[in-house]
């Protein structure tokens, strides 16, 4: 499961923090532990996170809903918590095992059929965050349903359920509470199967003080007084297959949720946004949940997209244009996500097509994207695009120009090789075949070769694969209106020197001529270390120019 959840708690007045001694947690004592026995009294501490090999979830159970209830405190900055999944069991076992962390577990039980266990033993492994519950029995396999309580803090960290702070047009501090679950935060809000690969339903209910808008991926089935009338009760019900769920408690106007000082600032990004993904349906058929926004930069969360500020609105008698390309791109960025990596989930960074041409979108492109990621690529010590992660604390260490202004170039080159209207039905292929479900990178080449006929994979392996990129020597030699284009490549390294991994590329290649400077004359690979090409129907006079718009991720 690949959570997405954003809770974020405004509130009107300001909030001072009062929390006693007596009443603080030690949520992140990696070695505070107290094993939960049979009707014992101790609580199971979940510890912080500890870099070693990790290891994956067994496979011998599987999520398919939870029903998560949460209860934020702003004044004390934790929160109580209940979940109940559901959960089938597909071998025979005597436990289950989760994902959890900075959670102190207050009682763990299970429901099989109609009898329910209670107290059931924990035992937790701090290094890989995982707490492992011992079933009353050996299970064959069936449904069951797990319920776990527990609290949490707040943190200050800008992961799982924490608390910030903002200032409103007076100066006053107010308080905040949200979520951000990306990449393997979720196990910081409450016990789950913290891993991709693990999609369910959610339903949520939120607690929450009187004043405060809450909000989620979904709308709000209802909203009712809790029984002491101190609190509402807000229940959110979230559609089959969504495995990124949200919520927010702010005040908003139109779809686009903001703070209440920030409403005039609102509506140019609103146009934006519902421009963008009618945009982007139009091209890739589906239409994913609708998008709201604010948090960690920007978060692609489905249905409740969410911003910073400064990456959504704008003032129109203040702004840049600079500025409004940026807030443009980083909306257009945030719903691709909406299909790529919630409709099909899989780390694939795209651009929507932004039909902006004031603000030059691909000459600034060159420089903010290409050449950041040829910068940190030029590097002996850079890495590919793909990389194996020995442990999940790891995954914000590669979150780099190479992850994305990377990944960003060479799906544009791969793009403009193939031509934009077929790479478009490569990814409707991908898109339709992976809906709701799991992907890698092989699928996403595969569809796009179906849609080609070329052999995508083999194409893009090298890039992908292997840190670096080639540096191509051209020279020409003419006969009669034909063009023979001789192509070396080698790879380009910063400091001049040699590369002892002779790396080999596949390399595509596109080629201009003077008299239709913005046509593509001919597309070819060059797959050896050197290689003649023919190109006709080239004019004497002409030049001819290789890298067409500077759509590869090479030197020009």
């Known amino acids: 499961m690949f959570i997405r959840i954003c809770t974020t708690i405004i509130r009107r007045v300001v909030v001072e923090p009062r929390i006693s001694k007596q009443q603080t947690f030690n949520f992140?004592?990696?070695?505070?532990?107290?094993?939960?026995?049979?009707?014992?009294?101790?609580?199971?501490?979940?510890?912080?996170?500890a870099t070693v090999k990790f290891e994956r979830l067994p496979t011998f159970a599987k999520p398919i809903h939870y029903d998560v209830q949460l209860a934020p405190d702003l004044q004390q900055f934790k929160f109580d918590g209940k979940v109940s999944i559901d959960v089938e069991i597909l071998e025979d076992t005597d436990v289950l095992k989760v994902h959890a962390q900075t959670l102190a577990i207050n009682g763990a039980s299970v429901k099989i059929e109609s009898k329910v266990y209670d107290n059931l033993s924990t035992t937790y492994d701090e290094k890989l965050n995982i707490l492992t519950v011992k079933l009353p029995a050996i299970l064959k396999p069936q449904k069951v349903v797990l319920d776990f309580k527990f609290v949490g803090e707040l943190n200050d960290k800008m992961r799982g359920f924490y608390r910030s702070c903002y200032k409103d047009a007076s100066g006053n501090e107010k308080f905040l509470a949200s979520t951000q679950f990306e990449s393997t935060y979720?196990?910081?809000?409450?016990?789950?199967?913290?891993?991709?690969?693990?999609?369910?339903?959610?339903?949520?209910t939120l607690e929450v003080a009187p004043g405060l808008t809450a909000?989620?991926?979904?709308?709000?089935?209802?909203?009712?007084?809790?029984?002491?009338?101190?609190?509402?009760?807000?229940?959110?019900?979230?559609?089959?297959?969504?495995?990124?769920?949200?919520?927010?408690?702010?005040?908003?106007?139109?779809?686009?949720?903001?703070?209440?000082?920030?409403?005039?600032?609102?509506?140019?990004?609103?146009?934006?946004?519902?421009?963008?993904?009618?945009?982007?349906?139009?091209?890739?058929?589906?239409?994913?949940?609708?998008?709201?926004?604010?948090?960690?930069?920007?978060?692609?969360?489905?249905?409740?997209?969410?911003?910073?500020?400064?990456?959504?609105?704008?003032?129109?008698?203040?702004?840049?244009?600079?500025?409004?390309?940026?807030?443009?791109?980083v909306v257009a960025h945030e719903l691709a996500h909406l299909w790529f990596?919630?409709?099909?989930?899989?780390?694939?960074?795209?651009?929507?097509?932004?039909?902006c041409p004031e603000f030059k979108i691909w000459l600034h492109f060159v420089h903010d994207e290409l050449a950041?990621?040829?910068?940190?690529?030029?590097?002996?010590?850079?890495?590919?695009?793909?990389?194996?992660?020995?442990?999940?604390?790891?995954?914000?260490?590669?979150?780099?120009?190479?992850?994305?202004?990377?990944?960003?170039?060479?799906?544009?080159?791969?793009?403009?090789?193939?031509s934009e209207?077929?790479?478009?039905?490569?990814?409707?292929?991908?898109?339709?075949?992976?809906?709701?479900?799991?992907?890698?990178?092989?699928?996403?080449?595969?569809?796009?070769?179906?849609?080609?006929?070329?052999?995508?994979?083999?194409?893009?392996?090298?890039?992908?694969?292997?840190?670096?990129?080639?540096?191509?020597?051209?020279?020409?030699?003419?006969?009669?209106?034909k063009r023979i284009l001789t192509l070396e490549q080698r790879r380009f390294i910063s400091d001049g020197g040699d590369?002892?991994?002779?790396?080999?590329?596949?390399?595509?290649?596109?080629?201009?001529?003077?008299?239709?400077?913005?046509?593509?004359?001919?597309?070819?690979?060059?797959?050896?270390?050197?290689?003649?090409?023919?190109?006709?129907?080239?004019?004497?006079?002409?030049?001819?120019?290789?890298?067409?718009g500077t759509t590869g991720f090479l030197p020009s």
Request: proline content about 4%; aromatic content about 8%.
């Open 28 to 49: 992140h004592a990696s070695a505070v532990f107290l094993h939960r026995g049979g009707g014992g009294d101790g609580m199971a501490v979940c510890g912080a996170p």
């Open 186 to 204: 979720a196990r910081f809000a409450f016990p789950c199967w913290d891993e991709p690969v693990y999609k369910a339903t959610f339903d949520v």
């Open 499 to 548: 590369d002892s991994a002779n790396s080999l590329w596949q390399v595509p290649i596109t080629v201009s001529v003077q008299s239709a400077p913005e046509d593509v004359k001919a597309r070819f690979v060059l797959k050896e270390r050197k290689q003649d090409f023919v190109v006709e129907g080239v004019a004497d006079a002409d030049w001819v120019k290789l890298n067409v």
């Open 341 to 355: 990596g919630n409709l099909v989930t899989m780390r694939c960074t795209c651009f929507v097509g932004a039909n």
């Open 372 to 418: 950041s990621g040829m910068e940190l690529d030029a590097l002996r010590n850079s890495h590919p695009i793909e990389v194996e992660i020995d442990n999940p604390n790891e995954l914000d260490e590669i979150y780099d120009s190479i992850t994305y202004a990377k990944s960003n170039s060479v799906n544009r080159m791969l793009c403009y090789y193939l």
């Open 421 to 481: 209207p077929v790479f478009q039905k490569g990814l409707r292929l991908y898109l339709k075949k992976f809906s709701y479900s799991n992907a890698v990178t092989q699928d996403l080449w595969s569809a796009l070769s179906d849609a080609s006929g070329q052999n995508v994979n083999e194409l893009m392996s090298g890039w992908t694969k292997q840190m670096g990129f080639p540096v191509v020597k051209v020279s020409q030699k003419k006969e009669g209106d």
């Open 215 to 329: 909000l989620s991926n979904m709308n709000v089935v209802s909203t009712t007084p809790s029984s002491s009338g101190k609190t509402e009760i807000v229940k959110v019900r979230h559609e089959p297959q969504n495995e990124l769920l949200s919520c927010r408690f702010c005040r908003w106007r139109a779809r686009v949720h903001q703070y209440q000082d920030e409403k005039r600032h609102g509506d140019a990004r609103l146009h934006s946004s519902r421009e963008r993904r009618n945009k982007a349906a139009s091209v890739w058929i589906f239409r994913p949940r609708p998008s709201t926004g604010t948090t960690n930069g920007a978060m692609e969360n489905w249905g409740l997209v969410t911003y910073r500020e400064v990456a959504l609105l704008v003032d129109p008698a203040v702004t840049s244009t600079r500025q409004k390309s940026r807030v443009a791109l």
